[in-house]
């Protein structure tokens, strides 16, 4: 691969500098980088360019989560214990093992050195590329020998040592290895006892906050070249299967100019091993199928989307920019599809010989599946989370149903609840106190079911949908939702990959007793073929264990010896911060466990429901004809709260106040009829909302939520007067 030049050392220097001393310039760069220029912006990302080598900021950490999908994560800053969360822009590339990788390739707990842009608020969270351990040394040809051996002590002494010179370094320096270091020879793992003196390593290094520790030890040039050739291997076989990455520079008339992503090396590598001879592809005027894909390289459908094109002409344009592989490519598509437009993102099946099929199921971007579909923005009058930051967020009406996406999300902790005044107080993860009211149809979704937010330990952490009041501050509240519910509603659990011990003491955080690498799996679907598939996990992050965590099988609480790898479960997490990545309020183990406890959840809220009565807005009154629109968290579970079709059946109601205390004693009503399911009243885009619109659930734990009420607010119950 191609060789980068670090400036950590410079950067290091730089920063150690007396303060009288005069800043830096360095005249080749018209922007500021981490050595010089300070008197300079950065700089910063544009869409369709590539950013040049060294605009970056570069930062040490250990990656902690990875999401496959959205090519997104979170890793810990070396030393400062910082918590950042990442993304990758198209371009952005991974060296793991000296070779080209993705996300899922990478074990959790690797060290990676982060070159990063900034992102739209001037935090450094977009990655350009991030590189192992390995790959910076075998980058720039250089490897470890042993020129002595202190394993009592947890210690190697080594020289560093550049192989095209076959010249040692005179500064030695020491590893610090331990019992949960692994030594590879070849492909087998063998023992610490097993190094000699003269041994030449590459290293992966792991987490720490202090001198590293090596959790990887490669024993030799051949060990060095077979361990390269393996991820070489599977990443070629991930590009095949998904075709190669590019975006489009130019349209003219039917030609599209295309510029290929990657390492220039690593891509004529592929070329070679595929028998592909791009300018033969252009003088022959060779067929290569394109197809659209979004800014996390997802496609949509391919095989139906698929384009034939026509291979025009092939240039080489210079790689001094992060993701720019030399590549451009002028082709001729039999049909300009909408998604062929300048800046956006395609995938090129290169040889015949590649199969083109749909993504894996929960990784393409247009299927029925976890978090699959795109937003398009302009689909939105208002400001979201997302995107149109340049409009403001919509205007909310408590006595109106608030659309969907309108609401800001944060995560935070619970800390207290005043159930009389409807109001709560939470912890963000950035460490802010908010003070909120609940609206009066507020949804509150807890352990996979429709809940009160009094029966919310404290300490869990919630996603909690927020608008604006009067003065602009985000103080309304009108969704909650915990760990255990986002994930049962998507269909997917944490499967135990590993379990690690905990991190010991650190200083102002409660002890760490375990910790657990897990995989976000997706349930069990049935492919084209009828057949019962498993999808490809779509994350992987790291759960810790502390001295509070509860952990249950069903209703009875088990010990943290009782878990093993391969085991199931959901979870609730609290207390993230800026330096922690939080741990772990309570783990529910093993699928059919799970449901039980969603199942308990559900029958406990349908008897609060029936002692208290349905809270309902009420929408319109004709003369003596009534319209209440009910609200609820789940359409799904709603039906099973009034126990049956209400027709011909008395009804008692009762107004409310908006903390939704009663104002007038319970009066009779006649069900006279259900809405339309048309009726805009009865729309469930507003999940909140327990009119029905359509069959089906809505988005149980989705970002629109029902906000009644300043109109008058009532509760219904069937049957007699209690």
Same mark, same amino acid.
């Given at each position: 691969m191609r060789a980068l030049l670090l400036a950590a050392a410079l950067a290091a220097t730089a920063l150690a500098a007396p303060a009288a001393e005069a800043p830096k310039l360095d005249p080749h760069y018209p922007f500021r980088v981490d050595w010089a220029n300070q008197q300079l912006p950065w700089y910063q990302l544009q869409p369709g360019v590539f950013p040049p080598h060294h605009s970056d900021h570069r930062v040490g950490g250990t990656l902690i989560a990875a999401d496959f999908i959205h090519r997104a994560g979170r890793f810990r800053i070396d030393h400062t214990g910082e918590v950042v969360d990442f993304t990758m822009p198209?371009?952005?590339?991974?060296?793991?093992?000296?070779?080209?990788?993705?996300?899922?390739?990478?074990?959790?707990?690797?060290?990676?050195?982060?070159?990063?842009?900034?992102?739209?608020h001037g935090a450094f969270t977009r990655v350009a590329t991030m590189q192992d351990e390995y790959s910076m040394l075998a980058n720039h040809g250089f490897t470890w020998r042993i020129a002595g051996l202190r394993l009592g002590d947890g210690r190697l002494d080594v020289v560093k040592q550049k192989l095209s010179e076959n010249k040692l370094d005179e500064r030695h320096d020491?590893?610090?290895?331990?019992?949960?270091?692994?030594v590879w020879k070849g492909d087998q793992q063998v023992k610490l006892a097993d190094l000699a003196v003269g041994d030449v390593l590459l290293i992966e290094l792991g987490e720490g906050r202090g001198p590293r520790r090596c959790s990887d030890l490669y024993v030799g040039v051949d060990t060095h070249a077979a361990v390269t050739g393996k991820q070489r291997k599977s990443h070629v076989a991930y590009l095949k299967e998904r075709g190669l990455p590019a975006w489009i520079d130019k349209i003219e008339g039917k030609q599209v100019t295309v510029s290929l992503f990657g390492d220039r090396q690593a891509l004529l590598a592929l070329f070679t091993d595929e028998d592909l001879d791009p300018a033969k592809l252009a003088f022959e005027h060779r067929h290569v199928e394109m197809v659209v894909a979004n800014q996390e390289l997802r496609s949509y459908n391919p095989p139906v989307d698929k384009r034939g094109t026509t291979v025009i002409s092939v240039q080489t344009v210079p790689t001094d920019f992060y993701g720019c592989s030399g590549e451009r490519w002028v082709v001729e598509p039999d049909l300009l599809l909408e998604g062929f437009r300048v800046g956006s993102v395609v995938r090129l099946f290169a040889s015949?010989?590649?199969?083109?099929? +749909?993504?894996?199921?929960?990784? &393409? =971007?247009?299927?029925?599946?976890?978090?699959a579909n795109d937003l398009d923005p302009r689909q939105f009058t208002y400001r979201t989370d997302f995107a149109n930051a340049d409009l403001p967020w919509y205007r909310f009406d408590p006595g109106a149903f608030p659309p969907a996406h309108a609401q800001h999300e944060v995560w935070a902790d619970l800390i207290e609840v005043d159930a009389l005044a409807r109001t709560a107080r939470l912890r963000s993860e950035h460490g802010e106190q908010? +003070?909120?009211?609940?609206?009066? &149809? =507020?949804?509150?979704?807890?352990?996979?079911?429709?809940?009160e937010l009094a029966e919310v330990p404290p300490g869990t952490r919630l996603r909690v949908g927020l608008h604006q009041d009067a003065h602009g501050a985000f103080t309304w509240a009108t969704t909650f939702i915990d760990d255990f519910t986002s994930f049962s509603t998507s269909a997917s659990l944490w499967?135990?990959?590993?379990?690690?011990?905990?991190?010991?003491p650190v200083p102002g955080q409660p002890p760490t007793l375990a910790r657990l690498i897990v995989a976000r799996q997706l349930e069990r679907v049935t492919n084209y073929k009828n057949e019962e598939v498993r999808p490809p996990d779509v994350s992987r992050c790291l759960l810790a264990i502390g001295a509070q965590t509860r952990i249950w099988k069903g209703d009875q609480r088990i010990q943290l010896a009782d878990l093993a790898v391969g085991d199931e479960l959901l979870a609730n997490l609290g207390g993230r911060s800026p330096t922690s990545d939080g741990r772990c309020t309570d783990l529910w183990l093993g699928a059919d466990a799970c449901k039980q406890v969603a199942e308990h959840q559900r029958t406990q809220?349908?008897?609060?429901?029936?002692?208290?009565?349905?809270?309902?807005?009420?929408?319109?009154?004709?003369?003596?004809?009534?319209?209440?629109?009910f609200c609820a968290a789940s359409r799904a579970d709603f039906p099973a709260l009034y126990d049956g079709d209400p027709w011909g059946k008395g009804v008692w109601v009762q107004p409310l106040d908006g903390r939704?205390?009663?104002?007038?004693?319970?009066?009779?009503?006649?069900?006279?009829?259900?809405?339309?399911?048309?009726t805009p009243a009865a729309r469930s885009d507003a999940a909140a909302c327990a009119g029905c619109s359509r069959p089906g659930s809505p988005r149980a734990g989705g970002r629109g939520r029902c906000c009644a009420c300043s109109r008058t607010v009532g509760r219904c119950r069937r049957g007699r007067r209690r």
């Open positions: 198209p371009f952005a590339t991974i060296a793991y093992h000296n070779a080209e990788a993705e996300l899922r390739d990478v074990p959790l707990g690797t060290f990676f050195l982060f070159f990063l842009h900034q992102d739209a020491e590893l610090l290895v331990d019992a949960a270091t692994r015949p010989k590649w199969p083109i099929n +749909d993504m894996p199921f929960g990784e &393409g =971007a247009y299927e029925h599946a976890f978090e908010l +003070d909120v009211a609940l609206s009066p &149809g =507020a949804a509150v979704l807890y352990r996979g079911a429709e809940a499967r135990i990959e590993a379990i690690q011990p905990g991190d010991g809220h349908r008897a609060l429901v029936t002692a208290r009565g349905i809270t309902a807005l009420v929408e319109r009154v004709d003369g003596r004809d009534v319209t209440l629109v939704l205390q009663a104002t007038a004693p319970l009066a009779k009503v006649n069900f006279k009829n259900h809405l339309p399911k048309a």
